[in-house]
């Protein structure tokens, strides 16, 4: 809807308190799918080819991550794989970089929502990004969901929203299994929503107080009536970014 002014979870509020060490915990407990299935195809190949950086590297930057620890991230991981330094401090430094608007055109990318997700850019062989509620097979998302320890009568319902089209009520269900409350009380529409909610609920409302008392933050101000996700009408600026999101996108197509 176009009226939607909730918060915009595409601002970095945590900018710089949150550690490297934090991320495979993190990850388990409050990623949703899509962005545990990235975390776990990275550290399992030490790669991820570009549309699963782009989702999952712009989702870390929504949680917290500096550039310095992205690149710091990216590159640890890289070069256990068959990327040597050299080739990540010329090539992929670079896209990170990009991201961070500190290349190019500057312009500093917002993460996915959901919607982006679900409606571009579906994932080929080879690729983890994407939705798995929307683009995983129901044989290998039954899987998945076992693996995160989700009961059967939960997979079950979780299933049947999937057949339904239902995507993001799917991912709304699996928040409520993984963590216990029987309703969260929010319509889910963005993945950076769904980790600072974990969060809260996780630290009994820490991270909640932590962010109103830096209400001082100018970034967060003047966000304040940007909160449009790509379900609103997009302002010219959202525009520009995406046309250069694209550009960005065709010049780094490989892998
Ligand atoms: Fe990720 Fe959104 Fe899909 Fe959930 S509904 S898995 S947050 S894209």
Redo the contacts with the bound molecule.
């Keep these: 809807s176009h009226s939607y002014v909730g918060p915009d979870y595409s601002v970095q509020k945590n900018t710089g308190k949150i550690s490297l060490e934090q991320i495979d915990a993190l990850s388990v407990k409050s990623f949703?799918?899509?962005?545990r299935q990235l975390h776990k195809a990275l550290r399992d190949s030490h790669h991820l080819r570009h549309g699963g950086r782009m989702q999952y590297g712009l989702f870390l930057k929504g949680i917290g991550l500096t550039l310095e620890q992205a690149l710091e991230f990216w590159k640890k991981e890289f070069i256990r794989g068959k990327v040597d330094a050299d080739k990540f401090d010329k090539g992929y430094a670079y896209s990170i970089r990009h991201n961070y608007g500190k290349e190019g055109k500057r312009v500093d990318y917002t993460p996915?929502?959901?919607m982006k997700?679900?409606m571009s850019n579906p994932p080929s062989q080879g690729d983890y990004h994407?939705?798995?509620?929307?683009h995983s097979d129901p044989e290998l998302l039954k899987q998945k969901l076992q693996s995160s320890k989700i009961p059967p009568s939960g997979i079950t319902q979780i299933l049947e929203l999937v057949k339904g089209m239902h995507?993001?009520l799917?991912?709304?269900k699996?928040f409520e299994l993984t963590h216990d409350v029987d309703d969260i009380g929010f319509s889910?529409?963005?993945?950076n929503?769904?980790f600072t909610e974990s969060q809260k609920l996780l630290n009994g409302g820490r991270e909640l107080k932590k962010e109103l008392s830096n209400s001082s933050n100018s970034q967060q101000r003047s966000n304040s009536q940007e909160s449009m996700n790509s379900n609103s009408a997009p302002s010219s600026s959202n525009t520009t970014a995406d046309a250069e999101l694209e550009e960005l996108e065709a010049y780094f197509t490989e892998d």
């Design positions: 949703p799918l899509c962005m996915y929502s959901c997700i679900i994407g939705c798995p509620f929307r995507y993001q799917a991912c709304q699996h889910l529409n963005h993945p929503q769904y």
